[in-house]
């Protein structure tokens, strides 16, 4: 069974008490691991933010960036107005990356797409609606978008646990 295929039937279960109770939920969800990615990364020692163990993996810092960026991103898809990535774009991408230098940076770029992101979401009623995706193209209801955001945080707060670790640091942050 493909991911897109589990979605929720919202029109079957009473739109505006599900979509609301749903949405409120997420974006619950998704604040919590946006706390917990940040709280995690302020764990690493200054000099450590922008370590590598080896030239060619990113740094927690890199992570950060790939954060921010996303959570800018998210609310264009779910409102369908993303356009498809191609090659053409990651360079210009990498370049509004490197513009943010610092842990604040990413945090306030993060919290400034998620809340353009919460506002559409919670005013979402039609999560049974496919979103076509910039990103290979690929199709989700908006159901199953609304958790990519969460999703990408916490896969993003391990790579972050993971780096720590590889520098000596095994504290639970």
Request: proline share 3%; charged share 20%; aromatic share 10%.
């Amino acid at each position: 069974m493909r991911a897109q295929d589990l979605s929720i039937n919202f029109s079957a279960l009473g739109k505006n008490k599900m979509c609301m109770d749903y949405s409120s939920h997420i974006v619950g969800m998704t604040r919590s691991a946006l706390e917990t990615l940040f709280r995690t990364a302020r764990a690493t020692p200054e000099d450590k933010l922008t370590w590598k163990p080896n030239p060619d993996v990113r740094s927690i810092l890199e992570v950060l960036q790939d954060a921010a960026q996303r959570s800018l991103m998210f609310a264009a898809v779910m409102k369908g107005e993303a356009r498809l990535f191609t090659t053409e774009m990651f360079p210009v991408m990498a370049q509004e990356r490197a513009q943010w230098t610092s842990l604040e940076q990413c945090e306030a770029k993060a919290r400034e797409g998620l809340e353009a992101f919460y506002e559409v979401l919670l005013a979402t009623d039609d999560f049974d609606s496919v979103l076509t995706m910039p990103f290979g193209g690929h199709q989700l209801s908006k159901a199953n978008f609304s958790l990519m955001p969460l999703q990408s945080l916490t896969y993003m707060n391990g790579q972050v646990n993971y780096i720590q670790t590889l520098y000596g640091d095994y504290d639970r942050h």
